[in-house]
């Protein structure tokens, strides 16, 4: 790691949706403390991606209660590993039941082992908190222009636009790569049965089960309808066995049942 100064970085400020809600389970035992341990790990040590392409990407970390700023250098390597790391921490927050929210911006940081401070950080973090609304880490203009400059048409594959205008960081791409590769080997699959795709199959089920639980609470219900949606799009693009769409109004027009 070189030494940090304050310089342009792309910066991502990403946090849990719903964390005071667990944080009154814990006073009302009705959440595990080891759980939520185990969940906020996961945020304060985000997977940094041992991966040779990543050598020089100059990735840091470093958590703020149920919040954690991630930032790397501003090229390919670094918006690469920043968008690989975040998908892995999307995808395994899913898997335990919870949906993140964030924003990417390119701007000055100063952001060591101890310290994260800059005019990037104040505007990831006004982004995630006013503007991204939903689960999603949205990407302002300024980076996907970078990431048309870096992988041309291929920035589609990491990047969606919302219908309501942000682009957004495309965390199911793994679903997307492991379900292609899936097919390849075996055009009959069924997920349910490849450990590949099971643990895709469980994230399903946890969108649906938060799906059905949020249905007493309209504002967080728009948001998890939100993620439904995305999540059937995507099913819909690459359709396979036992991974199935999400159920419910809103989602799936011949379904409105929430039992």
Known sequence: MSEPSYEERYCAFVDILGFRALIEGLREHKVDPQSLKRLLSQMHDPLHGDREEFASSDFRALSISDAVALSTKTTGNGLGHLLFVLEELALGLLFDGFFIRGAIVKGNLYHDTKTVFGEALVE?????????????????????????????????????????????????????RDVTSELLRDPNVNAEESEQLNYYVKIGQTVQKQFRNAVDNPRHFEKVQWFARYWNEVIREHPVQGLNLIKGAGVDPKSAVWG
């Open 124 to 176: 990831a973090y006004r982004l995630e908190s006013e503007v991204a609304r939903y689960p999603r880490i949205m990407v302002v203009r300024d980076v996907v222009k970078d990431a048309t400059l870096y992988w041309g048409k291929g920035y589609e594959e990491r990047l969606r636009h919302a219908e309501d205008g942000p682009a957004y960081v495309h965390v199911l791409r793994p679903l997307q």
